[in-house]
Nanobody, 117 residues
Framework: QVQLVESGGGLVQTGGSLRLSCAAS????????LGWYRQGPGKQRELVAT??????NYADSVKGRFTISRDNTKNTVDLQMNSLAPEDTAVYYC????????????WGQGTQVTVSS
């Protein structure tokens, strides 16, 4: 069973940067998608960025500011967040989706990011 543990959240001022890390443990499929999602106050959970193989995908709201990366040797996925704004305030969740078995969806416990104005 795969487990995900996030770290790196915190409080930062507008324009600042944070780096989130997610460490995966357990038996992982060799073909999978790792990603970051977020849920702001009173909002639904939304995609931030995903990465699979050499391909990454970003929400329009974070393009050019956030960068997702993964290290398959360490089973980690990071999210570098620059030029943070108050609207980026949310709980950020790491996510693992293997290609097989289909439908499996694993979440981390979340890490709070707060951007002050």
């Amino acid at each position: 069973q795969v487990q995900l543990v996030e770290s790196g959240g915190g409080l930062v001022q507008t324009g600042g940067s944070l780096r989130l890390s997610c460490a995966a443990s357990g038996r992982m499929s060799s073909i999978n998608v790792l990603g970051w999602y977020r849920q702001g106050p009173g909002k639904q959970r939304e995609l931030v960025a995903t990465i699979s193989g050499g391909h990454s995908n970003y929400a329009d709201s974070v393009k050019g500011r956030f960068t997702i990366s993964r290290d398959n040797t360490k089973n980690t996925v990071d999210l570098q967040m620059n030029s943070l704004a108050p609207e980026d305030t949310a709980v950020y969740y790491c996510n693992y989706k293997p290609i097989l078995p289909p439908g499996l969806n694993v979440w981390g416990q979340g890490t709070q990011v707060t951007v002050s104005s």
